[in-house]
């Protein structure tokens, strides 16, 4: 594993009896290779991917794939229903979710639900790109499960003020142009869930109260995602009980 020790001097002003003391502090923060982090996303998807192939998914389950904010959440826990599957991977993109999807044709499950994309978007891919790649995977899905609920659901808002490392070409702009491509998909065997604005703040950012990160939820987040699936009915079996 290669590391990198940036030192970093932070000047420091310290107010003793109206004198200013000026200082620096040395700190040695470790940093890590683009290789590193590739390699890492690399072995978590591969490790993610056989795991999930080593588990037989019962037929009538409900499935959630995308990302890390799916991979984050215990969707079994949250609805309480065992039959709730998640087949989440931090990091994924379009492509690696495209790649993952043949387990659908053993299982037939009742419904699915899809959140991905918003790693593409910080990659700086083109809306119009994931889109098109969005397509295959809804089409594959419907090949792969043609009796089940496919339920697109739109990528969540950002707060770019609470990034830690600031993505100047990752914004809400573009997220919201993608959302307006990925409902052009809905139709009778897919629904568009524009679960979006229900994590919007009054300025069109992910509402601080959902996330620390201003990208992943936190557990106010994820209740309020089931708050919204109870709202439009999904699930009303688990939900009523």
Same mark, same amino acid.
């Given at each position: 594993?290669?590391?990198?020790?940036?030192?970093?001097?932070? $000047?420091?002003?310290?107010?003793?009896?109206?004198?200013?003391?000026?200082?620096?502090?040395?700190?040695?923060?470790?940093?890590?290779?683009?290789d590193f982090w590739t390699r890492a996303m690399r072995l978590h998807y591969e490790?993610?991917?056989?795991?999930?192939?080593?588990?037989?998914?019962?037929? =009538?389950?409900?499935?959630?794939?995308?990302?890390?904010?799916?991979?984050?959440?215990? /969707?079994?826990?949250?609805?309480?229903?065992? $039959?709730?599957?998640?087949? =989440?991977?931090? =990091? &994924?993109?379009?492509?690696?979710?495209?790649?993952? +999807?043949?387990?659908?044709?053993?299982c037939k499950p009742s419904s699915i639900f899809l959140m991905i994309g918003t790693?593409? +978007?910080? $990659?700086?891919?083109?809306?119009?790109?994931? *889109?098109?790649?969005? %397509?295959?995977?809804?089409?594959?899905?419907?090949?792969?499960?043609?009796?089940?609920?496919?339920?697109?659901?739109?990528?969540?808002?950002?707060? $770019?003020?609470?990034?830690?490392?600031? %993505?100047?070409?990752?914004?809400? &702009?573009?997220?919201?142009?993608?959302?307006?491509?990925?409902? !052009?998909?809905?139709?009778?065997k897919v629904k568009y869930l524009d679960l979006n604005k229900y994590f919007q &703040?009054?300025?069109?950012?992910?509402?601080?109260?959902?996330?620390?990160?201003?990208?992943?939820?936190?557990?106010?987040? *994820?209740?309020? /995602?089931?708050? *919204?699936?109870?709202?439009?009915?999904?699930? !009303?079996?688990?939900?009523? %009980?």
């Amino acid at each position: 594993m290669n590391r990198v020790y940036l030192i970093k001097i932070f $000047q420091i002003k310290i107010n003793l009896k109206n004198n200013f003391f000026l200082g620096a502090i040395f700190l040695l923060t470790p940093t890590y290779s683009e290789d590193f982090w590739t390699r890492a996303m690399r072995l978590h998807y591969e490790h993610r991917v056989s795991f999930f192939n080593s588990i037989k998914i019962k037929e =009538g389950s409900k499935i959630f794939i995308g990302d890390s904010i799916t991979e984050q959440c215990n /969707w079994n826990e949250l609805f309480n229903d065992a $039959q709730i599957v998640n087949r =989440g991977i931090g =990091g &994924d993109i379009t492509s690696g979710v495209f790649k993952r +999807l043949n387990f659908l044709k053993d299982c037939k499950p009742s419904s699915i639900f899809l959140m991905i994309g918003t790693n593409n +978007l910080g $990659q700086g891919n083109n809306p119009k790109e994931i *889109y098109k790649e969005y %397509r295959q995977i809804v089409e594959k899905i419907l090949e792969l499960a043609p009796e089940s609920d496919l339920y697109i659901q739109s990528i969540l808002p950002i707060n $770019q003020k609470l990034f830690s490392m600031p %993505r100047p070409n990752y914004t809400n &702009d573009k997220i919201n142009f993608l959302n307006s491509l990925l409902k !052009k998909i809905e139709h009778n065997k897919v629904k568009y869930l524009d679960l979006n604005k229900y994590f919007q &703040d009054v300025d069109g950012n992910l509402d601080k109260n959902f996330s620390s990160d201003g990208l992943h939820l936190n557990g106010l987040g *994820y209740q309020n /995602w089931k708050k *919204y699936l109870q709202n439009k009915n999904i699930f !009303k079996s688990v939900l009523s %009980r």
